[in-house]
């Protein structure tokens, strides 16, 4: 037996048996881990969060928070992948780089950003491809989330797509490397580089300075991050110092070995027998969470109960959120808010209902989008050994008293 082959076949097993099952029967989902306990410590222009670890900072956002249309920057979830993060910069003298296969090499001040090309705002969710990987058994090497790594914010900035069309594309060109400040601790560990092909840039694709009218926070990627609504976080690079245009795409870590899933209809495979074929993740998947009531709330029966949460997938757009009060035999529509936020941004909800039953209830909530795609239960979701782009029906289990 190969020695990486022994290595996986030992962390299966392992896996299975921490579980108690056979790795027979081991890659099943369930709702993910709820209700971690927030953290004592709050970091620089945060409260306190869940916390994973300080370095790099990883912090989840509690799932109260999700009846918001915009997510509060002091409360928005963080991830890094490098532990070597600037602690300080000097906005005077910070500047990003566009070279490569340009006609001028450019390397524009924050000053000239904000000055010297038209500004915009795209409302749009950031969301960690590994959001809810707890819900995967056997666990998914990466960091074990519950439901909280994400948010919604209004975005300021500039298109990327003026700022190549000022810099001159030259011919041949397809592709755009992005790079932040992050770094190994380790000089043997590959830059977190995103490659971005240019027919991927439309007029939401933006180099951002503001956040819900207020500059980047620091631990979010100041003083600017690309966003690229509809697609998952890995995407949206940090502290932007470098734009390389190619003509060529570049296989990189990240995108061809860290973020990817199986290249098969269900993106799926077993523990036992990894798909061969893998691509890297990119559009998000019709998902939505309750923020209220959370796991273990009491509720007073026959009061009135307003469940509260938030919706959203990769920019088709929201369609409709179905509860179901009896463990889905039925459901019911409820009520969304206009979604004058746009495509890519949470749509909130609401449903009202008084319980009528003492003991223990479970509120399941089902997003739809407007192709017709809808969350899965979550036993129905295929595992995948990143952990990726769980979306199952989310469930809230409360105690009516």
Known sequence: MKRREFFKTAAVTAG????????????VTHQPIDNRKIGNVAFPEKRPL????DRPPLLETPREVFTCALT???????????????????TDKFTIHINGMVKKELKITLKELKEDYEQVEVAAVLQCGGNSRSAFDPTAGGIQWGNGAMGCAL???????????????????EWLAVQGKEKAAYYETPNFIRELHLDELDDHVIIAYQMNGED?????????????????????????????????????????????????????ETPEKLFPKTKPIYRMNVKSIIGYPTNGAKLTLKSQTVVRGVAFDGG????????????????????????KLGRYAYRTFRYGFRPDKLGKLEIMAKAINKLGEEQPLAKDIKWNHGGYK???IDVVTVEVV
Request: aromatic share 12%; hydrophobic share 40%.
């Open 16 to 27: 299975a048996a921490a579980l108690g099952t056979t790795a027979a029967e081991a890659g």
């Open 50 to 53: 869940i916390t994973y670890s």
């Open 72 to 90: 509060p920057n002091d409360q928005f979830f963080v991830r890094w992948h490098m532990p070597d993060i600037p602690t300080y910069i000097d």
């Open 155 to 173: 975005w300021k900035g500039v298109r990327l797509r003026d700022i190549l069309d000022r810099a001159g594309l030259k011919k041949g060109a």
């Open 216 to 268: 980047l926070p620091y631990l979010n990627g100041f003083p600017v991050r690309l966003i690229i609504p509809g697609v998952y976080s890995d995407s949206w690079i940090k502290m932007i110092t470098n734009i390389t245009v190619t003509d060529k795409y570049k296989k990189l870590f990240f995108m061809d070995h860290a973020y990817v899933v199986p290249d098969n209809e269900c993106e799926c």
């Open 316 to 339: 088709a757009g929201i369609r409709e959120v179905q509860i179901s009060l009896d463990g889905g035999k039925t459901w019911d529509k409820a009520i969304l808010d206009s979604g």
């Open 390 to 392: 769980y979306n199952g």
